[in-house]
């Protein structure tokens, strides 16, 4: 089992910048990937940012030049640099794990919150 505790959110201006962290216990060793997904109010849960055990990395369109994801293989910890924020980011954020020889995303923390204000 894995366990995923984000922290980090908060209420920001529009333009402004969040940084959010993720820490991964218990059995870490069999994570494959890890990522951001957020989910508005009304909204499906959807991709942010993800990263692979070696370092590739993936972003949704509408975060592209705006976010980036980046890890420390040593705690094992996951961060989303978030930059020039917009309305439309505020969302529910949620980290995620794969574990090796999933298909999915089958790990997730409990959320953090960011309001971006206009």
């Known amino acids: 089992q894995v366990q995923l505790v984000e922290s980090g959110g908060g209420l920001v201006q529009a333009g402004g910048s969040l940084r959010l962290s993720c820490a991964a216990s218990?059995?870490?060793?069999?994570?494959?990937?890890m990522g951001w997904y957020r989910q508005a109010p009304g909204k499906e849960r959807d991709l942010v940012a993800t990263i692979t055990k070696r370092g590739s990395t993936n972003y949704a369109d509408s975060v592209k030049g705006r976010f980036t994801i980046s890890r420390d293989i040593r705690k094992p910890t996951v961060y989303l640099q978030m930059n020039s924020l917009k309305p439309d980011d505020t969302a529910v954020y949620y980290c995620?794990?794969?574990?090796?020889?999933?298909?999915?995303?089958?790990?997730w923390g409990q959320g953090t919150q960011v309001t971006v204000s206009s």
């Open positions: 995620a794990a794969q574990g090796v020889g999933s298909p999915k995303y089958n790990y």
């Open positions: 218990g059995d870490t060793i069999c994570i494959s990937a």
